[in-house]
């Protein structure tokens, strides 16, 4: 068994303006830190209207198709190639889960962009166009007929967008550990879910990798073993670390290490070793490379 690095080089021709920090070369940073590992390299395929269709209505997919190039809201930018670097994305993580619940890799990570986790329901936003990591979970349920998938979201931006998607969900667990106060402002410890489905953990700013291990050791892993997922996916955004310029926690690349470790064992312990990572934030290009390589090396030793 591998683990499958998913990936398409028009997840470059997303554009936004100079001066943005999601931009071209975080991809390229990341391809750069990834390119000598031993992964199961794929393309990632073109997304389905169908499979969007689970997280969001027609509405905000036909906004999205005929935006053009356009600002969608203060920080969000379509470019000539953002629709199509956008399907890719679904694409992505589409296919991670297919490969994964059929057994043909142990474990994936999608390398893409535009990130999803802030796209709510009908509203992009946050660099973000379609939630990929919930369309993902929808698809693990719906077409594969999982009963169970949780998704961890590490970004340090609390994932908005997938809570919105997954909150009347009892079949999707979302945990999420952010820095409060921070965009987009939500993730509140009482905002749970409409089944108690939502575990939100918000972190005080200037906290380090100790702080957020204590919390992933007390509330996030002890809830993620309680829902025993059949499958675990993570909204892998790597804007904690001590010198991303959007955030201020100060975390340092063994924090992501240790905390997909951590997501291995219950993977192990509850579906086979099943994960799917995808990418979110992270903006400071070095540490952003290391701490994603870091991740995805465990992803590696983990999934031999
Ligand atoms: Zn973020």
Known sequence: MTTALITHPDCLNHITPEGHPERVARLEAVAEALKDLDLLRLDAPMGEDSQILRAHPQTHIDRIKTAGVSQLDPDTYMSEGSLTAAYRGVGAVVKAVDM????????????????????????????????????????????????????????????????????????????????????????????????????????????????????????????????????????????AHKNDPLANLNWIEDDFAWATHQLCDLADKHCDGRVVSTLEGGYDLDGLAASCAAHVNVLMERGK
């Open 100 to 239: 994964v619940l059929g057994g043909e890799v142990a474990n994936a990570f999608c390398a893409i962009r535009p990130p999803g986790h802030h796209a709510e329901r009908e509203k992009p936003m946050g660099f973000c166009l379609f939630g990929n990591i919930a369309i993902a979970a929808k698809h693990a349920l719906e077409v594969h007929g999982l009963s169970r998938v949780a998704i961890m979201d590490f970004d340090v931006h609390h994932g908005n967008g997938t809570q919105d998607l997954v909150w009347d969900d009892a079949r999707i667990l979302f945990a999420s550990t952010h820095q409060m106060p921070l965009y987009p402002g939500s993730g509140e410890a009482s905002e749970t879910g409409a089944h108690g489905n939502v575990l939100n953990v918000p972190l005080d700013p200037e906290t380090d990798g100790a702080v957020f291990r204590a919390a992933m050791t007390e509330q996030v892993l002890p809830a993620i073993d309680a829902f025993a997922p059949e499958l675990i996916l993570i909204s892998a955004g790597f804007d």
